[in-house]
């Protein structure tokens, strides 16, 4: 799609950074050569919308027969999507799904009441330098919607919205913005978007959502003459007019939020869910182990090993 009007900022900037309700810093986190950067939950926010999890993989270079390399591991109560920037995955999980991810696409894995996914380098990407840059978040489902079956949906990049003008690009990952609606199946209403803009490129917020912030991946936005750099979350008090202005370098951001849940998530180590019960319950079938009757699966082409439950992990969130 080309030029869109509703991505046109019709409104002034916001009169006073009033109007940013939480500023996150995430902390790097450097996991052996490749660095991770969580926005989301942090102790002055849990969640932006129905969005619990948020981290910044990478940027990050690997010689010949490196890569990354996630062991099969478990989800129940949420959705994940890898948005990728450079780079590739390999995902594998237990409904049989052997699925690579590249630039542009999306790859949506409803956990539901559990699936077991892996996700590495590929064997022929091995052969070679390579380099990986990208977004991973995860979407806690309503508390009607925890314990629906796994799932998985894949969708090319070209099956995105792809709005631009006036020096902005925008793709549409999930949900819905700007008149337009990505074609995964989500569980409430929501918005995800990357947007690349030029130096000075004006982009306004979506105005139909209640929780709205934004992720910046490179450079600089401005908002009520203040300057935000690559690495900050911004998130911004319901109702309020908001437009983001590219810093001189230009930027690039994720947007993000929706419509917020009944009520905080727990998290523990990959589970999320509004009942604590639910959460043991599904520590004790991962730590049974039976893959071939129990609750949870190893994918079918990745059997060979698995992530063990961990010994020591914090309870977060919770009423």
């Given amino acids: 799609m080309s030029w869109n009007p509703t991505i046109e ?14 500023m996150i810093v995430p902390r790097a986190r450097d996991l052996g050569g490749f660095e991770v950067r969580r926005a989301l939950p942090s102790p002055k926010r849990q969640m932006v919308g129905p969005f619990v999890f948020f981290d910044q993989m990478g940027p990050a270079e690997f010689i010949t027969e490196q890569g990354i390399d996630v062991r099969p591991h478990p989800h129940i109560g949420l959705a994940t999507v890898t948005y990728l920037y450079q780079g590739e995955f390999q995902h594998r999980d237990s409904l049989g799904t052997n699925q690579m991810i590249y630039p542009g696409e999306v790859n949506w894995m409803i956990a539901g009441n559990g699936v077991t996914h892996s996700e590495r380098t590929s064997a022929q990407t091995r052969k070679g ?16 919607d925890e314990d629906t079956d796994a799932g998985f949906e894949h969708h090319d990049e070209a099956a995105l919205p792809f709005l631009e003008g006036e020096g902005k690009e925008v793709r549409l990952i999930l949900g819905n913005a700007w008149g337009e ?13 990357d947007a690349v803009l ?28 203040d300057r935000f750099e690559a690495g900050q979350m911004m998130v ?45 319950a599904a520590k004790e079938a991962w730590a049974e182990g039976d893959w071939e009757h129990g609750r949870f699966q190893l994918p079918p082409d990745d059997m060979d090993e698995f992530t063990p439950l961990p010994e020591k992990a914090i309870m977060s969130g919770g009423h």
């Fill in 181 to 193: 609606r990505a074609p995964t199946k989500t569980f409430t209403e929501m918005f995800y978007a």
């Fill in 198 to 225: 030029e130096a000075g490129a004006r982009l306004p917020m979506p105005d139909n959502h209640e929780d709205r912030g934004i992720y910046i991946t490179q450079g600089s936005v401005e908002i009520s003459g």
């Fill in 9 to 22: 900022p019709q409104c002034p900037d916001a009169g006073s950074l009033d109007a940013i309700e939480t």
């Fill in 129 to 144: 330098p390579s380099s990986l840059f990208g977004i991973q978040t995860w979407v806690a489902l309503p508390e009607k």
């Fill in 236 to 280: 911004f008090r319901p109702g309020d007019e908001i437009t983001v202005t590219a810093g001189p370098a230009g930027a690039r951001l994720m947007l993000l939020g929706g419509e917020t849940l009944n009520g905080p998530r727990y998290i523990w180590w990959n589970f999320v869910s509004s009942s604590r019960d639910k959460i043991e």
